[in-house]
């Protein structure tokens, strides 16, 4: 039987809260705040800012604490700090001593925050995160020569090291011949829009965007596709592209000893059109489907496809990623946008769990691909 009540919107006085009293305790965020090593979390962070030099920062835990509940989140800027001004137990977590109704900072400052954490500063916190959650306390860091010599006594082997890698999915969407050159055509005839607006030309270049257009659709809609269809509509799409890549070059010309016309966004796109094309040509002329570092996406043109040979799919595309697993604690050793062979990195993978723990691993869990002379 449904449950019938008035849906009519009271006003926010008017709705009842909690709050008048303490906070919940077992709150996941209130759970967090105590257990996480915030004084050396913040000295990590606090390295890359001068004592002495430029404007006051904003506070260390809240900069710290704001990075960690956007990653939790999967949030954006913005909405990180519209989840501030919102949420109570998120205020306590960044270190507050009263609920507040304005923004902590304005979404721009992520940008600073990030940059200067970095990827060494981030990798630090984490290693000391895990560092205390083992009971090692503080990091210590690598142990100097002199201290070596010292230490004759060797340190029985311990513990058990799982390892093993894996690809790291960019998302993108799944890399064709001829879908790759529609996009890349249809960015060159971006670009010239945007440099024919800055030329005195009266007339601008002829793209042959409808007729490409056209030809890409009847393309894609065919459900049988030879492997002739598919080559003649690859050729089709190059020379368009390279018809383009003309008309740009040419119009480039007329700029020299003046301001560039492409912002550095669009330079970038450009070169890397002009890479693709040369690698699409010359897998069209030699009649192959494969050529040296491979570009699979125009913005993201550092992605490499990675054999991987599995059931589900035997190409991934991503960050090829050697993964260790220490007392459940999981850390990313090796991390290459190209397709590596595992072979080489056993000995890696046990050094670097020597000099984190200080003796070598009792037992080492891997396949077999590790197994090597």
Known sequence: MLRQKDNKQIEIFEFEHPFEGE????????????????????RIYSKSLSRDKGRYGIDGRLAVGSMIIKYRLNLSDREVIEMLQENIYLQYFVGFHRFTKEQAFDASLFVHIRKRLGVKAFDEMTQTIISVSEGRGRLKGKPTDKRKGKDKKKKPNKGKLKID????????????????LN???????????IIFKQTELEKKPRTYRRKARKDYLGFSKKRQKSGKVVHKAVGKQLRYLKRDIGHIERMLDLFIGKEFPLNEKDQKILWV?????????????????????????????????????????????????????????????????????ESKDLEKQV??????????PEVVLADKVYLTR
């Open 273 to 341: 059109i002009q890479e693709l094309y040369c690698q699409q040509s010359e897998m069209y002329r030699e009649n192959k489907h494969s050529v040296k570092d491979r570009i699979v996406n125009i913005y993201q043109p550092y992605v490499r496809p990675i054999p991987r040979g599995k059931a589900k799919s035997k190409t991934e595309f991503g960050a090829k990623i050697g993964v260790s697993l220490v007392n459940g604690f999981s850390r990313i050793n090796k991390l290459s946008w190209d397709a590596y062979s």
């Open 183 to 193: 996009k890349a055509r249809e960015e060159s005839e971006r670009l010239i829009d």
């Open 165 to 180: 890698a894996t690809v790291a999915d960019q998302m993108i969407e799944y890399p064709t011949d001829h879908t790759l």
């Open 351 to 360: 050094e670097d769990y020597k000099e984190l723990y200080g003796y070598y």
């Open 23 to 42: 906070l919940d305790r077992e709150n996941r965020w209130v759970k967090l705040a105590k257990i996480l090593p915030w004084d050396e979390m913040i």
